[in-house]
């Protein structure tokens, strides 16, 4: 790696707790020069905008989740223990975050709703990556004859990505993951109906 490429990524590395606890909105790039302790010319020498730090930034933290969850998820060889590594992560995860600032999607999603398309694309395109993965996972069971063949793997990935993020913003505002553990106490029931 390059110094000039090594410096971009220390930059992207110590933005992304700082965009994600104070917003796209509410972060100057004082904070980020502070950070760095780089000059503006340090920090503009490259990105040629906060708006592409920001989507780099997203891009750093959304790589950072989905290699978090593959590790969680990979050890396990069957649908239901995979699933089950997922409740354990998620029962932590609002109140052991390995990020400042609380879930990405939910931070930078609602921020960039209609201001920043690039970003709202790029929060979109993290949504369908975990849906899809949890599509996959009711797919590997049904395969393996964990699950039922007539089990809709569509509506589940919605309902269980859905009902964690919520879970996530509540756990998070009341400072309890007392929500969280009910919801997944709720898709724990709903993975056993469908259960062969």
Not at 4 to 32: C, H, L, M, Y
Not at 114 to 131: A, G, I, M, R, S
Request: hydrophobic letters at 40%; glycine letters at 8%; charged letters at 25%.
């Amino acid at each position: 790696m390059s110094k000039a490429a090594r410096t971009r990524q220390f930059i992207i590395e110590t933005a992304a707790p700082i965009f994600n606890q104070k917003g796209v909105a509410g972060t100057a790039i004082s904070d980020i020069m502070e950070a760095t302790r780089l000059a503006k010319g340090g920090l503009y020498g490259n990105f040629s905008s906060k708006e592409e730090m920001v989507a780099e930034v997203f891009d750093y933290i959304a790589e950072q989740e989905k290699q978090r969850l593959k590790a969680v998820t990979g050890p396990e060889p069957t649908a239901i223990g995979k699933f089950e590594a997922l409740f354990s992560y998620y029962a932590r995860y609002p109140l052991n975050r390995d990020i400042a600032g609380g879930c990405p999607m939910l931070n930078f999603g609602i921020e960039a709703d209609d201001t920043n398309p690039v970003l709202k694309k790029k929060v979109q395109e993290l949504v369908q990556y975990f849906q899809q993965r949890i599509r996959l996972l009711v797919q590997l069971g049904k395969d393996n004859g964990e699950f039922r063949k007539d089990w809709d793997e569509d509506r589940f990935a919605v309902l269980m990505f859905t009902m964690l993020e919520g879970a996530i913003f509540v756990t998070g505002l009341m400072n309890s993951n007392r929500q969280m553990l009910v919801v997944l106490d709720f898709l724990r029931k709903e993975i056993k109906r469908h259960c062969q």
